[in-house]
């Protein structure tokens, strides 16, 4: 009998990594979970989860040593499981850390850049990269491609794991062109006047998805699109001019594939997991996808807080990338994690800068 594959799993406690571990408890003999990180906002569920699972490591980006021992003790005490404790490991470089332990399987479900690093980290330690951090393929682009070998990251996304299934139908010189469908999030069809005034908790009404706040605000402004388009780019190699996007309000057909013969393929499953600026962001440079993301989490994070309007994220993002175009530093030859960083950093400086926040206000998700 095959041994079960081991499983790092990032991002634990939100939607991609509570429904990866639906499947992890319904195939209990093919895989086993080693080790499970989270951003530490949620350590009741962390700490269920460890305890459940039998880890050996947890990871906390935000937190204290002491408080994350303590759930997990009295976890395991309701459970029946005295002297249950794994290692802990807290900090910004916890999830970065456990992707680098050498599992068969690292499921990067962090929001945000922050997952470049624990990207790259499983790709170098040979795990096969489960990836629904799109952001980390996005900010890093050239940096992930050159560290994966082929076939060493699945993508996760149902966009471009449909894409994935549909391409098993021909080879990719086949290809006429790849079509993304998208919801059109809570406001289609609204005009820009109606977006004027529309609050948080109505751009966090999705009609047909349940996800986290960021990607859910991003659905809305349809910016999530704009980075499938890169990653779709990224993932298959096909030029922007052959990746469409269609307005698919049902959600049920999650990409098709075109190919030259005229036949499309579709995937279609019910929605679950069980732009405007998309071409410009991706074409414009090496650096420029993160600073069109770093940009966007920014007003994303500013509009969730109640300090800026919803029609000022896709406008604010905008202005930043173009700017971005006009820096000295768009276009360096030298591509590394800490010329994307500083590109980042950039990019959110600038955002907050053009939002008129200051330095004194802290915006986390």
Do not use: Y
Request: with cysteine.
């Amino acid at each position: 009998m095959t041994s079960p594959r081991s499983i790092v799993i990032l991002g634990s406690t939100g939607s991609i990594g509570t429904q990866a571990l639906e499947v992890v408890a319904a195939n209990p003999a093919r895989f086993q979970v080693t080790a499970i990180s989270a951003g530490g906002g949620n350590l009741d569920r962390l700490a269920r989860q460890a305890v459940v699972l039998d880890v050996q490591a947890v990871g906390v980006a935000r937190g204290e040593h002491e408080v994350v021992a303590a759930a997990i003790h009295q976890m395991a005490g309701e459970a029946g499981r005295q002297g249950f404790m794994p290692q802990i490991l807290v900090g910004d470089q916890a999830s970065t850390d456990l992707a680098a332990s050498g599992a068969d399987v690292v499921l990067n479900g962090i929001t945000g850049s922050i997952g470049l690093r624990p990207t790259l980290a499983a790709l170098t330690s040979g795990s096969t990269l489960a990836l629904a951090n799109k952001e980390s393929l996005i900010v890093g682009g050239s940096l992930v491609k050159a560290a994966a070998v082929p076939g060493q990251i699945v993508p996760v996304d149902s966009e471009h794991s449909a894409i994935a299934q549909c391409l098993r139908g021909g080879t990719a010189d086949e290809v006429r062109k790849l079509v993304i469908t998208a919801s059109g999030g809570p406001f289609r069809g609204r005009t820009r006047a109606e977006l004027e005034s529309v609050t948080p908790e109505q751009a966090l009404a999705h009609p047909t998805w349940a996800m986290g706040p960021v990607i859910t605000t991003n659905s809305a402004t349809l910016v999530n699109k704009g980075l499938e388009v890169i990653e779709a780019h990224l993932l298959f190699d096909i030029p922007f001019e052959r990746i469409e996007v269609v307005v698919h309000p049902q959600s049920l057909v999650h990409s098709m594939v075109e190919f030259v013969d005229g036949s499309t393929i579709a995937q279609v499953s019910p929605p679950s997991m069980l732009i405007p600026i998309a071409l410009m962001g991706g074409a414009a440079g090496p650096c420029s996808p993160a600073v069109f993301n770093a940009a966007n989490e920014e007003c994303v994070a500013a509009f969730l807080h109640g300090s800026i309007r919803f029609v000022d994220i896709v406008d604010t993002v905008g202005r930043v990338v173009d700017e971005w175009s006009d820096h000295p530093e768009n276009n360096s030859a030298l591509l590394d994690v800490d010329t994307v960083l500083s590109a980042e950093t950039w990019a959110r400086r600038r955002a907050r800068a053009v939002l008129g926040l200051t330095g004194s206000e802290t915006l986390v998700l």
